[in-house]
């Protein structure tokens, strides 16, 4: 496991992240590590681990489309669980695809080198969206990787790139700015992160980098190909049309890989989420032995409601 030198910033936030939950107890300790895949590209990730826990990972996360590792810090507080938290390619410190084929069947390779490489034991997989999508496709194809998997607001045919208009805006303006102070700025005016600027702040330091001119950039490749789309008619097209053929082959695949999951499954429904009673019934009827549990939550389930997620985290790898 590679370790990426003075991670220490990044980290930092644990102590308010916990109190802002109110979560007592030790802190674990957290690094960021890095995979060499074998086209070129790198996989970067988060390991958290307690000195008093049996060491390595006993439940990887994959975050959603547009967001990254650190969005499940919170959930990790608060299982107190050694844990993996990967970047998926196109996201955080991972690098960017030049085909842009951000989908699970593409992306979940990735991740099964990342598990052979960083874990020692079959993994509770928790992913978020397009994470749970990437998922489902990572433990139908190497179940010897998945002992469970907890699918969190997402059903195949559901949009994994979708959200509010006003989030799409967001991420169709510029690519660049002089500061993190504007973003913040920029993300406080579209009404995101609950009017917090602390916690926008935080947000906008794991999901954007400063590059070697001084001018600060999204992380994330989605940001970057909405604002192209953006100011490009004719890319805005191919990239609709390009998304309309995907989303037609998730919904197929989706379902494929699913049913040939043989690892406990389980989804979790955001009652202000993406997935609706109509896809939650379909899901239990092409799939009556998994369970569906419904949150109290927006579509970002691991940070709307964290703790509720941690619980079924720690009840899950107690089965």
């Given at each position: 496991?590679?370790r990426v030198?003075?991670?220490?910033?990044?980290?930092s936030f644990?102590p308010?992240?916990?109190a802002?939950?109110?979560?007592?107890?030790?802190?674990?300790?957290?690094?960021?590590v890095?995979?060499?895949?074998?086209?070129?590209?790198t996989?970067s990730?988060?390991?958290?681990?307690w000195?008093?826990?049996?060491?390595g990972?006993?439940?990887?996360?994959?975050?959603?489309?547009?967001?990254n590792?650190?969005t499940w810090?919170?959930?990790?507080?608060a299982?107190?669980?050694?844990?993996?938290?990967?970047d998926?390619?196109?996201h955080?410190?991972?690098?960017?695809?030049d085909d842009?084929?951000?989908?699970?069947?593409?992306l979940?390779?990735d991740?099964a080198?990342?598990?052979?490489?960083?874990?020692?034991r079959?993994?509770?997989?928790v992913?978020?969206?397009?994470?749970?999508?990437t998922a489902?496709?990572?433990a139908?194809?190497?179940p010897?990787l998945?002992?469970?998997?907890?699918?969190?607001?997402?059903?195949?045919?559901?949009?994994?790139d979708?959200?509010?208009?006003e989030?799409?805006?967001?991420?169709a303006?510029p690519?660049?700015?002089?500061?993190?102070d504007?973003?913040?700025?920029?993300?406080?005016?579209?009404?995101?992160?609950?009017g917090?600027?602390?916690?926008?702040a935080?947000g906008?330091?794991?999901?954007?980098?400063?590059?070697?001119?001084g001018?600060v950039?999204?992380k994330?490749?989605?940001?970057?190909?909405?604002?192209a789309a953006?100011?490009d008619?004719?890319?805005?097209r191919e990239?609709?049309?390009?998304?309309?053929a995907?989303?037609a082959v998730?919904?197929?695949s989706g379902?494929?890989d699913?049913?040939a999951?043989?690892?406990p499954?389980t989804?979790?429904?955001?009652?202000?989420?993406?997935?609706t009673?109509?896809?939650a019934?379909l899901?239990r009827?092409r799939l009556p032995?998994?369970?569906v549990?419904?949150?109290?939550?927006g579509?970002?389930?691991?940070e709307?409601?964290p703790?509720?997620?941690?619980a079924?985290?720690?009840?899950h790898?107690k089965?």
């Open positions: 496991m590679e030198s003075d991670p220490a910033d990044e980290f644990l308010a992240q916990s802002e939950a109110g979560i007592s107890g030790p802190l674990p300790h957290g690094e960021r890095r995979l060499d895949l074998a086209d070129g590209r996989l990730a988060l390991a958290f681990g000195e008093d826990a049996e060491p990972p006993a439940v990887t996360f994959l975050h959603g489309a547009g967001l590792a650190h810090d919170t959930v990790v507080l299982a107190g669980i050694p844990a993996l938290a990967i998926l390619p196109g955080g410190d991972s690098s960017w695809r842009a084929a951000y989908v699970a069947r593409v979940a390779p991740v080198t990342a598990l052979e490489r960083w874990t020692d079959p993994q509770l997989v992913g978020h969206s397009l994470g749970g999508l489902a496709a990572l139908a194809s190497h010897d998945v002992r469970d998997l907890l699918i969190v607001d997402i059903t195949p045919g559901v949009d994994p979708g959200g509010p208009s989030l799409r805006a967001f991420f303006g690519t660049d700015w002089a500061s993190r504007e973003l913040v700025d920029r993300a406080l005016s579209f009404g995101l992160g609950g917090s600027r602390e916690k926008v935080r906008v330091f794991f999901n954007s980098r400063v590059r070697e001119d001018r950039e999204w994330h490749h989605f940001a970057h190909l909405a604002s953006a100011s008619p004719e890319a805005a990239i609709a049309a390009r998304q309309d995907l989303s998730l919904g197929a379902w494929e699913l049913g999951v043989t690892a499954i989804l979790i429904q955001a009652s202000r989420g993406f997935v009673d109509a896809d019934d899901f009827t032995a998994a369970e549990i419904r949150l109290n939550a579509h970002n389930v691991q709307d409601a703790l509720d997620l941690a079924l985290v720690r009840a790898l089965e």
